[in-house]
């Protein structure tokens, strides 16, 4: 590894793996499974559903990685194999009538969902989550949760900067909404200045 920038670490990986050195690989791998996992865990609120699909992001990834074109970095393209394999497994699931597409969502987790909102309203926000678009509702996640900027967002999500802050926002308002009580409209100070980052 070199001392420079953690993206040019992947970079110099990524030229040794493309000519067969899975040592290079194992070290990707090493250093993008924690936080791979976590997002995933978070996103299907099951350990061994997301060390599945963890396992499944890294194998496509080593099939794949010749193909990589490299117009993102190899974080947003392991993340977009990700979460595409999380959605793809709930499918399966809804076809065989075992799930709803409404569980990939956040998973009720204490210490990320604290910040938003009181301990007695959390199953409300789930309910609130739950019926957002697809897209807004990764994109909440991704922003309020593995604390993405609008960048990575739209890297992950395979859009523009400006969709993902579009779905971002209206994902938010449409919470927002479910949340005020009638004839306020109160907004906490800095809550529009997150559009700017």
Not at 20 to 29: I, K, N, T, Y
Not at 80 to 104: C, F, P
Request: glycine share 6%.
């Amino acid at each position: 590894m070199t001392n420079g920038h953690p993206m040019d670490d992947d970079l110099q990986l990524l030229d040794r793996c493309v000519v067969g050195d899975r040592d290079a690989f194992d070290e990707l791998v090493l250093k993008h499974q924690k936080p791979l996992y976590s997002m995933l865990y978070r996103m299907v609120s099951d350990a061994d559903d997301a060390a599945d699909i963890l396992q499944k992001t890294f194998v496509k990834a080593f099939t794949g990685i010749k193909g990589f074109e490299r117009r993102s970095s190899f974080r947003t393209w392991l993340y977009q194999i990700a979460i595409n394999l999380a959605k793809n497994l709930y499918r399966d699931r809804a076809r065989a009538g075992r799930v709803s597409l409404d569980d990939v969502i956040i998973r009720r987790d204490p210490k990320t969902l604290e910040s938003l909102i009181r301990k007695e309203t959390r199953d409300r926000l789930y309910k609130a989550l739950t019926s957002l678009p697809e897209k807004q509702r990764l994109t909440v996640m991704l922003r309020i949760q593995e604390q993405k900027t609008f960048e990575e967002i739209a890297g992950i999500m395979k859009c523009s900067v400006g969709t993902s802050k579009a779905n971002y926002h209206h994902g938010v308002q449409k919470l927002k909404a479910m949340f005020e009580e009638p004839g306020t409209g109160s907004q906490r100070p800095g809550e529009e200045n997150d559009m700017q980052k």
